[in-house]
């Protein structure tokens, strides 16, 4: 692979990560429309809002099983347009049934596409020999931003689902297409693994690098669900809390999301380069400590401006978890990687499933602030297990401590 090469598959892989954004802001910035359109009602719509999760996981559980047959670049070219197409029938419909069908097809096809989006980038992570994955995710939030743009202006100016949709995958469709030529699954030189460094990929042991094991998997898993219960209490929470608890008119408590999504590009744009410098394993501990510090800041703030400190921490901290993760998965799998980011994808939706529910009835049944802290003890979690980021777990599987006798070679 040529160097040209390497930089054009990362910047399509670019574009799809901004594309993915734009497409979900979209839907789930408008669910009050949507649930408008089909007269939802209140007590069918989290059916609804569940479904696409579970289908997603079911989605990437599907994708780990295509991959050891077609390469990821062939799902992630015609999932990318399926999404969009799904997209454009949550508008375009009007019985109960067509939003019913269209958001299965969004929840399947978007397991498959996040799925082989992140085994593109840790492929083509291994490729440089450097860390590159946090840069397709700050792609993801530029693009979640500017999708939330454009939702707030289809209500702003009361245009329709259908209006509002069209003209974005008129554009965004052609473009996915496009620039799905230069997809690339990256190898080192002359076709082989470059070694392992701290920021970058590692060669493996037979251990590590062969059959996929779960149970050195499941740290990874773990992290995966504690990061995406805390950024799905924010996303779901953080204007009902600065409203009703800390006593925020209703414009600002529109602003935290908002503050959110825009710390957490900031932090995924320098993020790759916090791991060169520092390595994976320092940058998620750093992540951790200011993401639970957020919640506890949230948790015990006075008023609405230091709430919004706390979740300006929030979207620092918790940026660099997931993106780290999955790349943590292809250094300790790198003879499989591709179905360790699968397996390992499932427990976003996970996380993303169990975070509302959980903060809402630990809310209702004690107190909201009391709810905070839940999320943030789940985010220190992620401090005992730390060590699965660093290169010695590519070496010698898991958790595990690298021997440190005076053979180890």
Not at 17 to 35: D, N
Not at 286 to 306: D, E, N, R, Y
Request: aromatic content about 10%; glycine content about 14%; some cysteine.
């Amino acid at each position: 692979m040529t160097d040209a090469g390497l930089r054009h598959g990362r910047a399509s892989l670019g574009l799809s990560f901004g594309v993915q954004g734009v497409a979900f802001a979209l839907l789930v910035t408008r669910i009050p429309a949507i649930q408008d359109q089909y007269g939802i009602s209140d007590g069918l719509l989290p059916v609804f809002l569940a479904a696409v999760p579970i289908l997603a996981g079911a989605g990437s559980v599907a994708t780990e099983k295509v991959v050891a047959r077609v390469r990821p670049s062939l799902v992630l070219r015609w999932a990318q347009p399926l999404v969009l197409l799904a997209l454009l029938g949550v508008g375009a419909g009007r019985e109960m049934w067509h939003v019913a069908v269209a958001l299965g097809v969004f929840g399947l096809a978007v397991g498959a596409l996040d799925a082989s989006m992140n085994m593109l980038g840790v492929s083509l992570q291994r490729a440089y020999g450097r860390s590159i994955m946090t840069g397709f995710h700050a792609a993801y939030s530029l693009g979640g931003i500017a999708g939330a743009t454009l939702a707030w202006a289809g209500a702003r100016w009361e245009l329709s689902l259908l209006a509002s949709y069209l003209p974005v995958v008129a554009v965004l469709l052609p473009a996915a297409l496009i620039g799905s030529r230069w997809y690339t699954e990256g190898k080192g030189a002359e076709g082989k693994l470059p070694d392992c460094t701290e920021a970058g990929a590692g060669t493996g042991s037979e251990s590590a690098g062969g059959a996929l094991s779960f149970k050195l998997l499941l740290p990874l898993c773990l992290i995966m669900t504690f990061a995406y219960i805390g950024d799905s209490t924010v996303s779901n929470w953080s204007a009902k809390y600065l409203q009703d608890v800390l006593g925020s008119s209703e414009q600002l408590a529109t602003v935290p999301y908002n503050v959110y999504m825009v710390t957490t590009l900031l932090g995924r744009a320098v993020g790759d380069l916090g791991v060169r410098r520092f390595g994976a394993v320092a940058v998620v501990r750093g992540g951790s400590l200011l993401a639970a510090g957020g919640f506890a800041v949230v948790a015990v703030a006075p008023g609405a401006w230091v709430g919004m400190l706390g979740f300006t921490m929030l979207g620092f901290g918790l940026c660099v978890i997931v993106p780290q993760t999955f790349a943590a998965a292809g250094r300790m799998f790198p003879g499989n990687s591709d179905a360790a980011v699968a397996r390992l994808n499932i427990f976003n939706y996970v996380g993303f499933l169990v975070g509302s529910p959980l903060v809402g009835a630990l809310g209702d049944a004690w107190s909201y602030r009391g709810a905070m802290l839940v999320p943030m003890v789940l985010v220190l979690a992620t401090l005992v297990y730390a060590r699965a980021f660093g290169p010695e777990t590519a070496r010698y599987g898991g958790g595990h401590e690298r021997p440190r006798t005076a053979d180890v070679g």
